[in-house]
């Protein structure tokens, strides 16, 4: 049965948001590299937005893993929140002195695009799959 299972599922990194997310992370990496590292303020930044950027696939293979409704939509709902604040810490970044502000339209384009991947991944989820204690 557990075979017949794993059959079925696929694996969360051929998954279109997983690599999305995976793109963004990566995004993130090179742009937060460009902060000095004796700037606190903005390394602080760098470190709230490698964090949110991970959760971008971490939650997705999460979800993935549990298949229950309510874990799938749990992780949904913090990676809502992770786009969310990626975004603001790029206004962030830039109300703070970070010079190469050129670059974050390219996280701001990537999450858009992200979440269209999202709203496609979440009508996936099987509300009827559920499990009760």
């Known amino acids: 049965m557990h075979e017949e299972d794993d059959a079925h599922s696929p694996n969360p990194e051929q998954l279109p948001i997983f690599k999305k997310g995976l793109e963004i992370y990566e995004l993130t990496v090179k742009i937060t590299d460009l902060i000095p590292d004796e ?5 602080t930044y760098k470190g709230f937005m490698l964090e949110d950027a991970a959760n971008l696939t971490v939650k997705v293979a999460g979800a993935e893993a549990a298949d229950l409704y309510d874990i799938r939509m ?3 709902a913090i990676i ?10 790029c206004s962030g970044l830039k109300m703070f002195g970070f010079k190469d502000t050129q670059y974050l339209h390219l996280i701001r384009e990537a999450i858009e695009e992200y979440r269209l991947l999202f709203i496609d991944w979440v009508n996936t989820f099987d509300p009827w799959n559920y499990c009760v204690d």
């Not at 700037?39 to 390394?43: R, S």
């Not at 809502?80 to 810490?89: I, N, Q, S």
Request: net charge neutral; with cysteine; proline share 0%.
């Open 39 to 43: 700037d606190q303020m903005l390394c």
């Open 74 to 76: 749990e992780n949904a």
């Open 80 to 89: 809502r929140k992770a786009a969310r604040d990626l975004m603001t810490h």
